[in-house]
């Protein structure tokens, strides 16, 4: 895994799909939740890394 962090492939994120739960369709109140994908590879970019949560390239 030298080089760029690019996320999850596909198939790496059909590993870990099932692991997490569906999420619901109606939602009234508080902020939308992101992606579980996005946080699973936001969460790995920080133990690759070693940055600070504030150092997270957004996006």
Known sequence: MAGRFE?????EWSLFEDIFPKPSEKRERG????SF????????????????????PKG
């Open 7 to 11: 996320g999850l492939s596909n198939l």
């Open 31 to 34: 902020m939308p939740h992101s």
């Open 37 to 56: 994908r996005y946080v699973l590879n936001t969460l790995l970019y920080i133990l690759r890394t070693g940055c600070g949560w504030s150092d997270v």
